[in-house]
């Protein structure tokens, strides 16, 4: 086993690591949505929304739903 | 049939996925949170199942520059129900003043035919702090929604008591860090003063009192010799990892072996834990909070 003495560093030595590492990138934060179906109980949708662009992800659809089949054949 | 809830609670599990937990209550500010959504969604309650929920939360023992809790916010509709919906989500203070802003004016598309019905759920945390809780009073969170299935205000009173000072340091003691008795304490990013309590391990030497180091062994652990001249380890240690929740790096974060040793109060996702390097290379976080990736206690 090895003791590493700590070297205590600043804000911009810190910076200047964290730039020369893959690290400091912003990540982005999601708000999450389902669609249910009342008559099988199951959940037909998962999604997530991007809160800064509003832009809308779908993790989970299920195809076999009506409510997809509907939409597919375009009987809407 | 539309309608919101609202949970507060010190913690969540996700519930039937991957056993992820994620905990508020008395862990250091912005702590990563791991993939927690992806549970069993139950209608009027969301994917967790909440850890310490309630509306009224004894602040005894806390310290500034920790979590306290998370406030989820659940919108309800059923079809049938076409449009776009609007939402807005808040913590406000014992004034009734608007704290922070959760959701604010987020936009959804409902395209639901009769039989189906849409959830949507929002949160957001809150910790001990000047600009967050720091009095002891009657708090609230509030929520609404506007356009396709409006829903009027809802406000549920969220009580504070033993709220400690939130009073800072001055700027200049920023970064301090100095082993006190047998604890290693620190003045963080935030200038609060916070105190980590370690495990003892062996008797080292009390000539060696104050040393500090990082263990290269498994766990990449944070050490220090106490004023008893025993050994003492961090409680908890994380590898850096992308939060679903917050802004912060995307993955691991990985600066080179080079930079083995290197430590820092860390002004940039939390403000209130220590960054270093070990000897792997890659960035750990630890703090004076609880391990945020258990229960609550």
Same mark, same amino acid.
């Given at each position: 086993m090895e003791e590493i003495p700590i070297k205590i560093i600043t804000k911009e030595e810190m910076e200047k690591?964290?730039?020369?590492?893959?690290?400091?990138?912003?990540?982005?934060?999601?708000?999450?949505?389902?669609?249910?179906?009342?008559?099988?109980?199951?959940?037909?949708?998962?999604?997530?929304?991007?809160r800064m662009t509003g832009e809308k992800t779908i993790l989970f659809r299920d195809l076999e739903d009506e409510m997809f089949k509907k939409k597919k054949g375009g009987a809407e | 049939m539309s309608y919101m809830y609202h949970k507060v609670c010190q913690g969540i599990d996700q519930d039937g996925g991957s056993n992820n937990i994620m905990t508020w209550w008395k862990t250091n500010f912005n702590m990563p949170v791991p993939e927690i959504?992806?549970?069993?969604?139950?209608?009027?309650?969301?994917?967790?199942?909440?850890?310490?929920?309630g509306t009224s939360f004894n602040l005894s023992g806390f310290y500034p520059g920790w979590e306290l809790v998370a406030f989820f916010c659940g919108w309800h509709w059923d079809g049938?129900?076409?449009?776009t919906a609007y939402m807005y989500s808040q913590w406000?203070?014992?004034?009734?003043?608007?704290?922070?802003?959760?959701?604010?004016?987020?936009?959804?598309?409902?395209?639901?035919?009769?039989?189906?019905?849409?959830?949507?759920?929002?949160?957001?945390?809150?910790?001990?702090?000047?600009?967050?809780?720091?009095?002891?009073?009657?708090?609230?969170?509030?929520?609404?929604? $506007?356009?396709?299935?409006?829903m009027g205000q809802q406000d549920t009173i969220i009580t504070f008591s033993n709220v400690p000072s939130t009073s800072q340091l001055p700027t200049s003691t920023k970064g301090y860090i100095w082993v006190e008795g047998n604890n290693l304490c620190f003045v963080n990013a935030n200038r609060w003063k916070h105190i980590m309590i370690g495990n003892q391990e062996s008797y080292v030497d009390t000539a060696k009192k104050g040393y500090i180091w990082i263990d290269s062994g498994t766990g990449y652990t944070l050490k220090w010799i106490?004023?008893?001249?025993?050994?003492?380890?961090?409680?908890?240690?994380?590898?850096?990892?992308?939060?679903?929740?917050?802004?912060?790096?995307?993955?691991?974060?990985?600066?080179? $072996?080079?930079?083995?040793?290197?430590?820092?109060?860390?002004?940039?996702?939390?403000?209130?834990?220590?960054?270093?390097?070990?000897?792997?290379?890659?960035?750990?976080?630890?703090?004076?909070?609880?391990y945020p990736y258990q229960a609550p206690y």
């Open positions: 690591i964290l730039k020369e590492g893959d690290l400091g990138k912003a990540g982005t934060m999601f708000g999450y949505g389902v669609i249910g179906n009342k008559k099988t109980g199951k959940i037909v949708e998962k999604f997530k929304i991007n | 959504w992806n549970g069993n969604w139950v209608e009027g309650r969301g994917p967790f199942t909440y850890n310490g929920l049938p129900l076409y449009g406000r203070d014992e004034n009734n003043n608007l704290m922070f802003t959760c959701a604010n004016g987020n936009s959804i598309s409902l395209n639901l035919d009769s039989g189906y019905w849409q959830e949507y759920m929002y949160g957001c945390n809150q910790g001990v702090a000047g600009w967050e809780v720091d009095v002891v009073g009657n708090y609230r969170v509030r929520s609404w929604s $506007t356009g396709t299935g409006a106490g004023n008893d001249g025993y050994r003492y380890r961090c409680k908890w240690n994380i590898k850096q990892f992308a939060s679903t929740w917050s802004n912060g790096p995307t993955g691991p974060t990985f600066a080179g $072996t080079s930079k083995k040793g290197y430590i820092w109060i860390d002004d940039e996702f939390g403000w209130t834990h220590l960054g270093y390097i070990a000897s792997d290379g890659y960035k750990y976080l630890t703090g004076s909070g609880n």
